[in-house]
């Protein structure tokens, strides 16, 4: 379609970004492929880290924060998007710009939403990690679940884990406690590991939910 575009036109055809909320507030650089500037003088941009709201640094990943200054009807102050992108490295671009910019990644200009993370004891968990390190995990069976409770006035992780064996679960307590480092040493936050034998969690196809909050 692209191709068709520019043929037909002759013109080179360049990328613009925008949200429902904010209306469009990105281009493509023309000399840079893959960076957008943001359109400073109509909108006020920020990259903040999405676990403490502080600015990060140029060529950092952040949460895209705007502040509109020409919407009618429905000001937005600091609106984050729940997008979160990484910001070029350079102050100052080949076309000359000195604006904000967006840098394309291997996943697009927007990396991943956020509203996917969930907040535990002030750290940002994102349950694909977790899901990550359970199955490799060698005695990983087929479900897991991550439960998020409420103990006391604590926070806590639960995962359960399905086993592929059909030992004993005493047999894993040694697994158990590796694991549990594991998770504590990636993720920077204590979760408690349990072990299920197998063919004991409802199958995710059956419309099961794999991320419970029961806070
Ligand atoms: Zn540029």
């Not at 639960?158 to 504590?184: G, P, T």
């Not at 199958?203 to 909050?213: G, H, T, V």
Request: hydrophobic share 40%.
């Amino acid at each position: 379609m692209k191709k068709k575009i520019e043929e037909l036109w002759g013109a080179r055809q360049k990328e613009r970004i925008g949200s429902t909320e904010t209306g469009g507030f990105a281009f493509e650089c023309p000399e840079s492929p893959g960076i957008y500037h943001i359109q400073e003088g109509f909108l006020i941009a920020e990259l903040v880290n999405p676990a403490n709201d502080q600015r990060v640094e140029p060529g950092e990943e952040g949460e895209l924060v705007l502040t509109p200054l020409y919407r009618n009807g429905m000001p937005l102050l600091r609106f984050k998007t729940g997008n979160l992108v990484k910001s070029a490295k350079e102050a100052r671009c080949r076309c000359g710009r000195n604006y904000l910019s967006l840098e394309e990644t291997d996943h697009g200009i927007v990396i991943r939403r956020l509203d996917k993370l969930l907040k535990i004891r002030g750290v940002l968990i994102d349950p694909i990690a977790i899901e990550n390190i359970v199955r490799q995990f060698e005695w990983f069976g087929e479900e897991y679940r991550i439960l998020f409770e409420k103990k006391g006035e604590m926070d806590e992780i639960r995962v359960q884990i399905e086993l592929k064996d059909q030992k004993e679960l005493k047999e894993f307590e040694k697994a158990r406690l590796n694991l549990m480092e594991e998770l504590k040493r990636k993720l920077m936050v204590r979760i408690d590991v349990e072990f299920i034998p197998f063919g004991k969690l409802a199958r995710f196809e059956e419309k099961a939910k794999r991320i419970i909050d029961l806070r």
